[in-house]
Antibody, heavy 116, light 110 residues
Framework: EVQLVESGGGLVQPGGSLRLSCAAS????????MHWVRQSPGKGLVWVSR????????SYADSVKGRFTISRDNAKNTLYVQMNSLRVEDTAVYYC?????????WGKGTTVTVSS | QSALTQPASVSGSPGQSITISCTGT?????????VSWYQHHPGKAPKLMIY???KWPSGVSNRFSGSKSGNTASLTISGLQAEDEADYYC??????????FGTGTKVTVL
């Protein structure tokens, strides 16, 4: 079964850091681009970042550029996002998703709460 | 990177057809044929319904169809069913190798 499972969410203070993970199974992870997408409470989906299958290309939303870093370990079938200088407005459910120009497989998300 | 504009809500009776619009700019919707649509039931993983403007992923009903004209993309749901009640989001590839989602539309089946 094709599956993505996010982990690493939690409560963090403003200015803090957190690293989210996304474990992939059921497909050849190293062949696919991957995304992070988030949804703040009561709001819509927002694209965060994308990484190419071989990690040679990354892109970010302006709202996280310079603070978030997307990466992957193809040997471990795992996608990451390192989130630094967290702000209250980064509070959201974070989803990982598979795909290049569209997202055809999604995880169920992990919740990040930034609060003092 | 402003969100694409969608109507906040659309409703219809079972069996009817509804259309959700998604308006962007020439830097996103109008500039690329990489518009996708997602169905999202709160608390669950979003589901891909349409990709590359009008293509169906495997397993998605052909009651869902997509199109694009200029800077506006559209999702049409035909033969509306109770199970179609959900939030729907469009998404487009955009300049600078980024993506932008729509504001989201809540579909209600009356």
């Amino acid at each position: 079964e094709v599956q993505l499972v996010e982990s690493g969410g939690g409560l963090v203070q403003p200015g803090g850091s957190l690293r989210l993970s996304c474990a992939a199974s059921g497909f050849t992870f190293s062949s696919y681009w991957m995304h992070w997408v988030r949804q703040s409470p009561g709001k819509g989906l927002v694209w965060v970042s994308r990484i190419k299958s071989d990690e040679s290309s990354t892109s970010y939303a302006d709202s996280v550029k310079g603070r978030f870093t997307i990466s992957r370990d193809n040997a471990k079938n795992t996608l990451y996002v390192q989130m630094n200088s967290l702000r209250v407005e980064d509070t959201a459910v974070y989803y990982c998703a598979r795909g290049n120009s569209f997202m055809d497989v999604w995880g169920k998300g992990t919740t990040v709460t930034v609060s003092s | 990177q402003s969100a694409l504009t969608q109507p906040a809500s659309v409703s219809g009776s079972p069996g009817q057809s509804i259309t959700i619009s998604c308006t962007g700019t020439s830097s996103d919707v109008g500039g690329y044929n990489f518009v996708s649509w997602y169905q999202h039931h709160p608390g669950k993983a979003p589901k891909l319904m349409i990709y590359d403007v009008s293509k169906w992923p495997s397993g998605v009903s052909n009651r869902f169809s997509g199109s694009k004209s200029g800077n506006t993309a559209s999702l049409t749901i035909s033969g509306l069913q109770a199970e179609d009640e959900a939030d729907y989001y469009c998404c487009s590839y955009a300049d600078s190798r980024t993506f932008v989602f729509g504001t989201g539309t809540k579909v209600t089946v009356l």
